[in-house]
């Protein structure tokens, strides 16, 4: 299936890791850290993908990127299904989706010039060469507000923030149409955060992007994006426009998370209702039975304990899987 | 809020941390001045390299040296310097009477130990308890801080324990001597957030019940405004704020303070509300710029902020800042 307002369909997507054991590497068991969930992109939109470590959140972007082998269930880009395409096909494709990650520290090779870092895709892909090829690296400089003179530096003589807008810069050198980024401001300083969180939406609305952005911050999540997806250990358990989730949040999970974020703004937070969650997040490897979130759910009932809510429809694409919402 | 006094438990009186480094003198606390009470919660906030956690490590004397030096300035807890102790006293006050939780359990905790051994450590050395009564004790504090099935667990290993629960444990250790301070350095910033709500809250009651003052270092300003009784802001070294929580969020006198709030974004703002920017990068330690630190950065900088060092004024009861822009411009 395929919509031409989407431009990524997620169906049925399943992500297993093996785990093994012993001399002979015997399987015994999965991780199953994406677990049958489905969504989409719209063109030009930004989807947040939020939930706390081990949600599944990173797998979920990586997946759509076909970065692991034994992905099961389908990803549409731009109508096309990526699971059937040829090794050669998708490394052509891939020029359309890039990935800008976390840590600016550890995704830049301390051994290679900024210039080149950014160019090296370029270079890759066969797109530019000679003078035309220093033009553009010069042109990504300044698109993500760095001097071009700066192009001989290496990444240890950046700054944190200016790393990340080194590594959004090398995202954009191949003119991708999506973007997933993972965690692109959580190891900054809250004032170079902002200034991060400016330049990617000034770039999506220059460049006609399309973003996936994973964060565990859901003040920041909100803030930039047009629908957020919750997820909690490998499904997603709420799916909505960005305002209505935090005006209007169903699932308990999503209520619960959404008060444990404090606002910065003392008179306003003491009027918040406080859910204090009990207990850390199950293993992945052997999820409770039914709905996932009931062993830490204060609302539970028997239902819940067997069998597994299916993202039902609520009315004005606000999804959510949970039994007790009628 | 818990119920503060007006008893001083500790005075920090213009701390001078410096660190000598082949970049030249780097004053990583310069000047510092300021006190919490009994019960109270103190918040010391600011970015990276602003000097919240250097200041934290002076008071116990912690910092390594070479290559740091407290060059100058008065600890006083209690009434007693502690720059005037030996190392011995020192000792008898760090992890007794003032404990610190720091923000990485993994590294905090010894991995080839059991938690057991861990917290009765230093309830054998600081409250001079024998095996048995400190077996008790633990299992006790273990429970203090929502760990379930404590007596079985007390003999596991840090690494059979996810990240929260090695925190609690923490916080359990950091407990153990009935602290009439406690330093908390980023304490849930690698955790999640319904775990840091479920610490924090762990915080907070054992305040109240126990009366013990606390000084909360973050970056996190949600978590201040949630957690804290009076703000300190931080920047390059200096202290640039202070005011009681509500008055400092309500009422921010400084440009960097403004800049800070103003880059937070909130859950309850507005979607695609843009974030307002503080331009530039926090400055390099071993060279600040002359005068004011901020001024590089500040909208607001007139010739005298390039000159003249701003110091601590009070604007309201209670409230300080240093800056030498009139109070009554300044945009919000």
């Known amino acids: ?326 | 809020m818990a119920t503060t006094t007006d008893e001083v438990v500790l005075e920090v009186k213009d701390l001078q941390t410096y660190f000598y480094t082949q970049e030249g003198e780097v004053k990583a606390v310069d000047r510092l001045s300021y006190h919490v009470k009994r019960g109270e919660s103190v918040g010391l906030v600011g970015e990276s390299a602003c000097g919240k956690s250097v200041s934290a490590l002076s008071v116990l004397r912690l910092i390594p040296y070479p290559p740091g030096i407290i060059v100058g300035g008065q600890i006083i807890f209690r009434g007693q310097d502690l720059l005037q102790l030996s190392e011995e006293e020192m000792r008898g006050i760090r992890g007794n009477r003032i404990a610190m939780i720091f923000q990485e359990p993994t590294t905090s905790l010894n991995p080839v130990l059991t938690i057991r051994r861990q917290i009765s450590e230093s309830l054998e050395l600081h409250r001079g308890l024998d095996k048995e009564q400190s077996h008790q004790e633990t299992v006790r504090l273990l429970r203090l801080v929502g760990i379930s099935d404590a007596e079985r667990r007390a003999e596991a290993y840090p690494f059979q324990f996810s990240g929260g629960m090695q925190q609690r444990i923490m916080i359990a250790m950091a407990l153990s001597c009935d602290p009439e301070l406690l330093i908390a350095d980023e304490p849930t910033t690698s955790l999640d957030v319904t775990v840091q709500a479920q610490l924090l809250e762990i915080m907070a009651e054992l305040r109240e019940r126990l009366g013990t003052a606390v000084i909360l270092i973050t970056h996190n300003l949600g978590v201040v405004a949630r957690y804290v009784d009076r703000v300190n802001v931080m920047y390059a070294g200096r202290l640039v704020e202070t005011a009681p929580t509500d008055e400092l969020y309500g009422n921010p006198k400084h440009p960097y303070t403004i800049g800070l709030l103003a880059s937070v974004p909130r859950l309850d703002s507005e979607r695609k509300e843009s974030l307002r920017i503080i331009k530039g990068l926090p400055p390099n330690l071993s060279r600040l710029p002359g005068g004011c630190s901020f001024h590089p950065r500040c909208e607001y900088t007139f010739d005298r902020c390039r000159e003249e060092v701003p110091q601590l004024e009070e604007v309201a009861p209670g409230h300080f800042r240093s800056c030498f822009y009139d109070a009554d411009k300044l945009r919000k």
């Open chain 1, 1 to 326: 299936m395929s919509n031409g307002e989407h431009l990524i369909d997620v169906e049925n997507l399943y992500m297993h890791f093996p785990v093994t054991a012993g001399v002979l590497q015997k399987k015994i068991a999965d991780i199953k850290a994406v677990d049958g969930i489905s969504f989409y992109i719209k063109r030009g939109e930004t989807l947040g993908l939020v939930g706390e470590s081990g949600c599944g959140k990173t797998t979920t972007g990586r997946c759509i990127l076909q970065l692991y082998d034994g992905i099961r269930g389908d990803i549409f880009f731009d109508g096309v299904n990526l699971s059937q395409l040829k090794p050669e096909q998708m490394r052509r494709m891939r020029r359309n989706m890039q990935l800008i990650f976390q840590d600016p520290f550890a995704s830049l090779d301390p051994r290679m010039s900024a210039g080149d870092i950014i160019g090296e895709p370029i270079k890759v892909h066969n797109l530019a060469k000679g003078q035309e090829y220093r033009d553009q690296v010069a042109e990504l400089f300044r698109m993500v507000e760095l001097e071009p003179f700066m192009m001989d530096r290496f990444p240890h003589e950046f700054s944190g923030g200016q790393r990340q807008r080194i590594g959004i810069a090398r995202a954009l050198s191949v003119r991708p149409s999506f973007i997933v980024c993972d965690e692109p401001v959580s190891a900054l300083d809250v004032s170079i955060q902002a200034q991060i969180i400016t330049l990617l939406e000034r770039l999506r609305e220059e460049l006609s992007l399309t973003y996936l952005f994973i964060a565990h911050d859901l003040s920041v999540v909100r803030n930039i994006s047009d629908r957020v997806a919750v997820m909690y250990l490998g499904k997603i358990v709420e799916i909505t426009d960005s305002d209505e989730l935090y005006a209007n949040p169903l699932h308990p999970y999503t209520i619960a998370l959404l008060s444990a974020v404090p606002i910065p703004d003392p008179v306003v937070d003491r009027t918040r209702e406080r859910i204090i969650l009990t207990g850390d997040v199950p293993s992945p490897i052997m999820p409770p039975p039914g709905c996932n979130f009931h062993p830490r759910c204060q609302q539970a009932i028997d239902i819940c304990k067997t069998e597994l809510p299916e993202l039902r429809n609520m009315g004005g694409e606000h999804w959510v899987a949970c039994h007790l919402v009628k």
